[in-house]
């Protein structure tokens, strides 16, 4: 705007800025009540109060940036006094006028005034054309957030290019800008997500979106990829509720995922059996060709031509998509072939049973309970004053997919009983019934009844769970009473460093020097502590939603309910022998407000060992310190933005490795793993981080804090013991020639 045009819309009353002067004055002694009625007073004198404002706010600058709170004062007390005076707003020619000067601002508003001055000048009501002009100028400029921030607020979305005006959003890592410029337009938010899976093609250049805004200020390419990208899409499917089928690409690559994962549980780790993995790989691929491609080739690389054919079979791969020898050895495949191997590996599966727990009571005693009738049975045992009932759940694991976990099975374990209890289809038929919160009651019931002993492990999380299976248990969490979460008294228990070992072997022995059996963690290394045998967990990744279920997984499921009440009664009648009070019954059921808040990770995780605490960052410690160690015996790998710290550790004899900075920080994982070390880091990294090693295995530092603050945190934690000896040993040794 030309200064004549300015003038001719000043005020012809009390000046403007001499109101401003006053109020700047008042503001500055502090007197709000004395300013907010001169606010008020000083507009009525003036013969146009909107263009009064708009003259105080082009004499000054203070208003700009990150907000004045004195002009949210003006603005708001304003907007009260023009709603006591409806006479006031304007209309026509020189209202239009004035939403000229006002939409010129708005790009160096902030936040708190945006709203005030839309409202104020009725920009609502402005000519949505000459709105659209004005953000497509901003836009043009390079000022991508203000151009959307000012379309979210005057609700100009759907007149504008999705993909044009999100693109250079994300390329500045502002997601959250994106996530709210389509939150209310489910048409918008198919269309961007439609865009976000296209760039995630494998054959798609991504660097085509980058090219056309070369020089963007506050670009950060280290954001900008498939992996970031794939992230988002999964969150916006999940915020949204929008069908996945619209993202084939990032569904196919999750898949893809999924498969090489499975391949490593059966084929490398080899704790996984085989119809367990053969229900898994065949709800993963499918009939997706592109799926069964890849399936093929991972065949190839860990099976002979044999057995790839005999799996490809199983899996019913076209046989056109296979290579010419397997498709031959598929012709030659018979019944009684697949029947002599089968038996072999089942042999083979019993043999190791000996080393694992065993349920000590007959087959018959464990009921899977899928009618209404069944199940009042069990509750009329379970719902009884004194009973101590073992509480699990199993749900299938998601491999990453969107959603929460859905509950597919509910273990209730008495001292001579197990019921298992198919929960989906009781649901069902409780809705079909129109009784669809008879089931709910119970549970509730059941949680709730202090005279009623329940055991758990990492209970939290089973409830999370439970509660996105059925809304109407979303507050048991809140009402349980005498609960026993054994989660809580696993971080209690002091186990020495040879109680750590597996059949003889420490955790530092390799995979192939335990047979190929992994090391315990979570609940079964508690239950080989206590009961001198951990739990055989190669059913941990069932398909627990297909039915009819296993019976290697009928057999699992009733096990780790089952052992919660033999690990109670270890620990009630002995507990000083592993190292807790006396008063372990007393201190442990009823104390609610001190309930663990870990959670069991989606894919049925191990909840945290005895020897590693869930740490959930620097706030969290444990009821008790663990047992004190020298500088030698702790080993950690420090993420690249603790280097400092890393060095101090290491002049105090700690042995640190350092990430370099151009390090991803999933290179801690796979040294920790390696190496047996913990992973120190802070921020976002630490979620990632900690669930791609043991838990306890990886502690969230302060980043605000300086580096011998950081130190001696850890320290602490570790109950690591520094003498004067240790003080730069390390450092001399590695000095040494």
């Known amino acids: 705007m030309n200064q004549d045009s300015n003038s001719s819309d000043q005020p012809t009353g009390q000046d403007p800025l001499v109101l401003l002067k006053t109020l700047r004055l008042l503001w500055t002694k502090q007197e709000l009540g004395k300013l907010k009625e001169e606010i008020r007073r000083g507009f009525a004198r003036l013969e146009d109060p909107l263009a009064g404002l708009l ?49 010129g601002m708005l790009s160096q508003c902030p936040a708190n005034l945006l709203d005030p001055l839309m409202s104020i000048y009725q920009l609502h009501t402005a000519d949505r054309n000459y709105l659209l002009e004005h953000v497509s100028h901003l836009y043009l400029q390079g000022n991508y957030k203000e151009a959307a921030m000012l379309s979210i607020k005057l609700k100009l979305q759907p007149d504008q290019d999705v993909e044009k005006m999100c693109t250079p959003l994300l390329l ?109 790989i065949q709800s993963t691929v499918g ?33 056109e998509m296979l290579p010419h020898a397997v498709a031959e050895e598929l ?42 009738e069944e199940t009042l049975q069990c509750w009329e045992k379970v719902l009884q004053a004194g009973q101590v009932v073992g509480v699990d759940m199993e ?24 019921f298992l209890l198919d929960l989906p289809r009781l649901l069902e038929q409780a809705e079909a019934e129109g009784e669809k919160e008879k089931l709910p009651h119970f549970i509730q019931m059941l949680f709730s009844d202090a005279a009623i002993t329940k055991l758990g492990y990492g209970m ?79 059913e941990r990744l069932s398909n627990w939603e297909k039915r009819p279920l296993r019976e290697e997984q009928i057999l699992y499921a009733a096990s780790d309910a089952y052992c919660l009440l033999e ?64 500088p030698q015996e702790f080993s950690v790998v420090c993420d690249n933005m603790l280097q400092g710290l890393g060095r101090y550790l290491r002049c105090l004899g700690v042995d640190v490795r350092l990430l370099d900075n151009e390090d991803d920080h999933r290179k801690a994982a796979e040294i920790a793993r390696q190496e047996g070390r913990v992973i120190l880091t802070s921020g976002l990294p630490y979620q990632t981080l900690r669930s791609q090693v043991g838990e306890g295995r990886c502690f969230s530092v302060n980043c605000s804090q300086k580096a011998k603050e950081q130190a001696l945190q850890v320290l602490k934690h570790f109950n690591v013991q520094v003498s004067l000896g240790d003080i730069f040993s390390r450092c001399q040794h590695l000095a040494k020639p």
């Not at 961007?192 to 670009?219: A, M, V």
């Not at 009939?287 to 044999?306: K, P, T, Y």
């Not at 597919?408 to 001579?416: S, V, W």
């Not at 020097?513 to 079964?524: A, N, T, V």
Request: proline share 6%; aromatic share 8%.
């Open 55 to 103: 003259a105080m706010l082009e004499s000054s600058s203070d208003w700009k940036g990150k907000g004045h709170s004195l002009w949210y004062c003006i603005t708001t007390e304003l907007q009260l006094w023009m709603k006591a005076h409806p006479a006031v707003p304007q209309s026509g020619t020189k209202l239009k006028k004035l939403q000229a000067r006002v939409l």
């Open 172 to 280: 500045q890592d502002k997601a959250n800008v994106v996530e709210e410029y389509v939150a209310e337009y489910p048409e918008l938010q198919r269309k961007l997500l439609h865009t976000l899976d296209t760039w995630c093609e494998p054959s798609f250049n991504i660097r085509d979106i980058i090219r056309p805004y070369q020089g963007l200020s506050n670009y950060k390419p280290d954001k900008f990829n498939r992996r970031v990208l794939s992230k988002l899409i999964f969150r916006l499917l999940e915020r949204f509720n929008v069908d996945s089928a619209l993202c084939p690409n990032v569904i196919n690559q999750r898949h893809l995922r999924t498969l090489n994962y499975l391949f490593y549980k059966r084929f490398v780790e080899k704790t996984m059996t085989e119809e367990n993995w053969a229900d898994h």
């Open 287 to 319: 009939e997706n060709r592109w799926l069964q491609g890849h399936l093929v080739q991972s065949l190839l690389r860990h099976c002979d031509a044999r057995g790839a054919a005999r799996w490809a079979r199983h899996c019913q791969v076209p046989p």
């Open 331 to 372: 012709q030659k495949l018979h019944i009684q072939d697949r029947v002599g191997e089968v038996t072999k590996a089942d042999n083979y599966e019993a043999s190791k049973k000996k080393d694992y727990y065993q349920l000590p009571i007959p087959r018959e005693n464990i009921h899977f309970l899928q009618t209404w």
């Open 395 to 418: 749900w299938k694991p998601s491999f990453g997919m969107v959603g929460k976990p859905r509950v597919a099975l509910l273990q209730l374990a008495l001292k001579d009983e197990v």
């Open 460 to 538: 939290s999380g089973d409830l999370s769970s439970l509660a996105a299976t059925c809304s109407a248990l979303k507050d048991t969490e809140k009402q349980m009473q005498g609960v026993v979460d054994l989660l809580a008294v696993d971080k209690q228990l002091q186990w020495g460093k040879d109680s750590r070992k597996v059949d003889g072997l420490s955790p530092e022995h390799s995979h192939e020097e335990r047979g190929g059996r992994q090391p315990e963690k979570g609940l079964s290394l508690l239950v080989q502590h206590v009961l001198g045998k951990p739990l055989d967990k190669t």
């Open 567 to 630: 690990i109670y009664e270890r620990l009630c009648k002995d507990p000083e022998s592993f190292g807790l009070g006396s008063d372990l019954t007393e201190s442990l059921v009823g104390k609610q407000s001190k309930k663990p808040r870990a959670k069991k990770q989606l894919n049925k995780q191990e909840a945290p060992s005895p020897s590693g605490q869930e740490l959930q960052g620097p706030s969290t410690e444990p009821s008790r310190p663990p047992a004190p160690i020298s």
